[in-house]
């Protein structure tokens, strides 16, 4: 049954994403990658991912889609180029791709007790987290404590590419303005 839904997301992902590529209205694209991410974060917690799942969705598909949104907002909803196809970052993406899924034969079984994640740091965490941080939940006590260099610098990546696009999004709006002979 898990393997089912995991194909079944799999399939949803592939279908959104050639969505992406073929539709001209940028808004109909900006909510398909809401989807997209939507779907990622149903894969994630198929895949005991609890945390990815919850950053893809807030991340992917909550700021990122009111971002793009913002965006159109200044830019319009309609591509206007006529799409061509870019050899070169074609192969790149081709030969990347090829060059992972050439590196997935290398990983250990899925799932198994006996793979090398199980015997490193995760005992230690479940029987040493209470002691160590005093913190009664181990998932709380690894995000705040044992990875909170880690946790901090994902969330300082995450509000600084807001800013970015925040000061993006104001100084077009500033242009857009003055363009039009008024003040900002």
Do not use: C
């Amino acid at each position: 049954m898990e393997s089912l839904i995991d194909y079944g997301l799999l399939a949803l992902l592939a279908v959104t994403a050639l969505g992406i590529l073929t539709l001209r209205n940028l808004f109909a694209v900006v909510m398909l990658m809401g989807i997209y991410s939507l779907l990622s974060a149903g894969l994630f917690v198929v895949l005991d991912a609890q945390d990815v799942a919850f950053t893809e969705a807030a991340v992917g598909a909550g700021v990122s889609t009111i971002l793009a949104l913002g965006t159109l907002s200044l830019v319009g909803r309609t591509r206007r180029d006529t799409p061509t196809i870019q050899v070169i970052p074609l192969l790149i993406v081709v030969g990347t791709g090829a060059a992972l899924v050439y590196g997935s034969f290398g990983l250990p079984e899925w799932g198994s007790a006996e793979n090398p994640i199980h015997h490193h740091v995760a005992p230690r965490y479940l029987i040493d987290s209470a002691e160590e941080v005093a913190v009664a939940n181990t998932v709380s006590a690894v995000l705040a404590s044992y990875r909170g260099y880690d946790t901090m610098g994902e969330t300082t990546v995450v509000f600084a590419a807001m800013v970015g696009v925040f000061a993006l999004l104001v100084a077009g709006s500033g242009a857009a303005a003055s363009s039009r002979g008024r003040k900002p």
